[in-house]
């Protein structure tokens, strides 16, 4: 898929997994070997797989007893390389056209589309996620589908220019933050991965930091984008829990935005924080939050 495409790109089609196809059988092969792999996931940084040798167990929701391996809990120090891993690779990044950043995120979403991709990423949403094989076949269609439709949407805004006047030619020219993104995506849905993913194709750095609960999703899908093309340092996946992490990055001075969904009691405590340290900051940091009220019914 190439970005001259975009415009044409439709949903990618939903699987049956009906008794005896091949593609009942293709998951039923992933499933099989994302249980006996027995994970040890390590934090991401600047491309780098860095072990903090302080554990947390992968469990299933729907089966406490088992278990899908480990993940490395994130130091204070972890975090701050993170960051300095995504100014970095900004310095690149950003330089790049519009055409040049796509490209990756493209080919990953046809590699879900058309290879096997798909069929480890819906086993992993159906382990770790605790949802059926329609379910994860749906949320992960989704994660070509957002990967795609960014594209498209990023392209949008360069055709809305000002007009020109005699001898005069007006342009805008939309520029990457001039800081880092804090993405922190939620436990329930792969295709959230997208608050991570949508920042740096628009020529931003991220440090990401998934739901404990959905790690082994994240780095599978992290893993496909650098597959894909992803320079490394674009996006950092940090692991470990919520109030460690942002305590390290919401303060920081080089933060520029923060990409939430979640809670509104964590959304409330994260504009907090922001505006706090509102004067240390070097800009004023972006928040996009879509806060998940919890109620009783």
Not at 95 to 100: E, I, L, N, T
Not at 111 to 135: C, F, H, N, Y
Not at 255 to 262: E, M
Request: net charge negative.
């Amino acid at each position: 898929m190439t970005a001259d495409l975009i415009d044409e790109a439709t949903p990618a089609p939903a699987r049956t997994y009906g008794v005896g196809t091949a593609e009942r059988r293709g998951l039923e092969a992933a499933l099989d070997e994302l249980r006996r792999a027995r994970f040890d996931l390590p934090l991401i940084i600047g491309g780098r797989e860095v072990r903090s040798h302080v554990t947390s167990s992968i469990r299933p929701p729907h089966d406490h007893a088992a278990t899908l391996g480990r993940f490395h809990v994130a130091s204070p120090a972890d975090v701050e390389s993170a960051i300095g891993a995504a100014e970095s690779a900004a310095v690149d990044w950003k330089r790049r056209s519009s055409q040049a950043r796509v490209e990756p995120f493209l080919r990953a979403a046809e590699m879900i589309s058309s290879g096997s991709w798909r069929d480890r990423l819906i086993a992993a949403t159906m382990l770790e996620l605790s949802k059926t094989a329609a379910q994860a076949d749906g949320d992960v269609a989704e994660v070509a589908d957002f990967l795609v439709a960014n594209a498209a949407n990023a392209k949008a805004p360069e055709g809305v220019q000002p007009i020109d006047t005699p001898g005069v030619d007006n342009r805008v020219d939309y520029r990457p933050l001039e800081g880092f993104v804090f993405a922190v995506s939620p436990f329930n849905f792969a295709s959230m991965n997208n608050l991570a993913f949508g920042p740096a194709l628009l020529g931003n750095t991220v440090v990401w930091k998934p739901a404990e609960s959905a790690t082994l999703v994240a780095h599978l899908s992290l893993q496909l984008l650098r597959e894909a093309g992803l320079p490394d340092g674009v996006v950092n996946l940090i692991t470990g829990s919520g109030p460690a992490i942002g305590g390290v990055a919401l303060p920081h001075p080089h933060l520029s935005a923060v990409h939430f969904t979640g809670s509104t009691q964590t959304f409330r405590h994260i504009w907090g924080e922001v505006g706090a340290n509102i004067a240390r900051y070097r800009d004023y940091p972006r928040i996009v939050g879509r806060p998940v009220a919890r109620t009783m019914c």
